[in-house]
């Protein structure tokens, strides 16, 4: 007996859904018990929905997590308050977690993002060295991880070496949250960090411990992101604990 998506759509349609239901979830079974039979309430198929709806969203989100961070660094003219130890430790670890994740051919949705946090991240820190008037340094630095990101994904680079530098991750994750909420401490302000970028950092990262958990079941992975999440928190309750005396720096230093 035809199903009510039989009798209402044509054929065509239909093979169109399926087809891309199949592309975005990677399941036949779950498309056609989704688009043919309507059954959304199958527990395996229903979590895999969520998990790939989470990690699309993640992606999405990811093209604009720190373009605030970006946009008030440039508009400002000044990464004052930025730790550039911090913005390097951290871009070291988004681009091994990106790599690795590459070479081991994991689903996109469970890696995506990284690939915008990467751009972004040394955009940040590029902008920070040239507004710091360190142009030559800036550039340098552009040249240099450009150059380390080709070769960590070009196949060069063995993947047991790839797996060490992920477990590097764990550490480069916090330190380079805890430098940063440190020079945070020393200040009294957290200087031109942005609170929106904050939040979503921390909010994909606890989002990316489920979908790791479904995705790749990778345990050096899921722990990275468990400890990044922690690390991040530490940075938005220190946005908001500064809050004050954040906006009375930003007001002298944009006086002067």
């Known amino acids: 007996m035809a199903t009510l998506t039989q009798r209402v759509l044509p054929p065509v349609v239909l093979d169109v859904l399926q087809d891309t239901c199949s592309t975005l979830l990677s399941n036949k079974k779950c498309c056609t018990d989704f688009v043919i039979g309507l059954n959304l309430l199958d527990p395996f198929c229903l979590k895999l929905g969520i998990t790939k709806a989470l990690g699309y969203g993640i992606i999405i989100a990811s093209t604009l997590v720190k373009l605030p961070q970006v946009l008030k660094i440039m508009s400002n003219k000044s990464g004052a308050g930025?730790?550039?130890?911090?913005?390097?430790?951290?871009?070291?670890?988004?681009t091994f977690n990106a790599s690795y994740s590459y070479a081991k051919r994991f689903p996109f949705t469970a890696w995506g993002e990284t690939i915008f946090l990467l751009v972004e991240t040394a955009l940040i820190a590029f902008l920070v060295l040239f507004y710091d008037g360190k142009k030559g340094q800036a550039l340098v630095f552009l040249v240099t991880h450009s150059a380390i990101v080709y070769i960590l994904t070009s196949g060069f680079t063995p993947i047991n070496v790839l797996w060490s530098f992920q477990a590097c991750n764990l550490p480069l994750a916090v330190t380079g949250k805890l430098v940063q909420a440190y020079n945070n401490l020393k200040n009294g302000h957290t200087g031109q960090m942005s609170a929106i970028t904050v939040w979503m950092l921390c909010l994909g990262c606890v989002a990316r411990v489920f979908t790791s958990i479904q995705e790749t079941g990778d345990q050096l992975t899921i722990m990275t992101y468990l400890v990044a999440s922690v690390a991040n928190g530490l940075l938005v309750a220190q946005v908001h604990y500064y809050w004050k005396e954040t906006d009375k720096f930003l007001k002298k230093q944009k006086s002067e």
């Open 82 to 94: 930025i730790a550039v130890l911090g913005v390097l430790m951290e871009l070291m670890a988004i």
